[in-house]
């Protein structure tokens, strides 16, 4: 079970939030992107980056000198699937149908060398799934250029909509066309890199890569 802070607490909307972590791990792991929310010279920055997943532990990457990843302290990172807009027959009652999760905490750099792999390998594979096996790893001095943060799911809540829309009664008779409009994310065919040998195949994890969620 997720475990409730004054910060995750859903004070409108309350049918919406799930609290089963297993519902927390389906969010992220059916992302590609987050966002990170910083705090960077009193100023907040939102950075749209990639992320991994590896128990209850989300990993980020970047560069050293990336100022949202050196800023420190509290950070907040969310992930938003959507899967539909809501079309109400009023304006006031529009929406979306999604899957979100929002982490908050104070994310660790990751030193020791072992667990900097195991989180770039957990960054690679949530993009394409068997990449990372099938690629260079990273050098040494590619190693000291990127800088790898650990955030706990320990801070954690997860919302989800579905559904039709929620008009008011007095508005169901109007000749208004409403319902949902469903989003799917899909992959459209492979474009091999024209600096590559022509006669290399595409391989079957990138073949097979199907819609996400």
């Known amino acids: 079970m997720l475990s409730t ?30 966002h990170l929310g910083v705090v960077v010279d ?18 980020l990457h970047g560069s050293t000198g990336a100022r949202s990843l050196r800023a420190g302290g509290e950070v907040c990172v969310t992930v938003t699937l959507l899967d539909g807009l809501v079309l109400a027959r009023s304006a006031f009652h529009h929406s979306v149908n999604h899957r979100s999760a929002m982490v908050y905490g104070v994310p660790r750099v990751v030193t020791d060398e072992r667990e900097r792999l195991d ?45 039709p829309p929620g008009d008011d009664e007095g508005d169901l008779a109007l000749p208004v066309w409403a319902g949902v409009l469903p989003v799917r994310e899909v992959f459209g065919a492979p474009e091999p890199d024209p600096a590559q040998d022509p006669g290399l195949a595409v391989p079957d994890h990138v073949a097979l890569r199907g819609p996400r969620g």
């Open 5 to 34: 802070t004054e910060r995750t607490r859903l004070r409108r909307g309350k049918h919406k939030a799930r609290t089963d972590r297993a519902d927390l791990y389906a969010v992220l792991d059916a992302g590609t992107v987050c």
């Open 42 to 59: 009193g100023a907040p920055m939102v950075v749209p980056t990639a992320y991994g997943r590896i128990g209850d532990t989300l990993y």
């Open 119 to 163: 989180g770039l390998r957990a960054l690679t594979e949530q993009l394409v799934p068997g990449r990372w096996d099938a690629v260079r790893p990273p050098t040494p001095k590619e190693m000291a250029a990127t800088r790898v943060l650990a955030l706990s799911l320990e801070e954690a809540s997860v919302k989800v909509r579905t559904g």
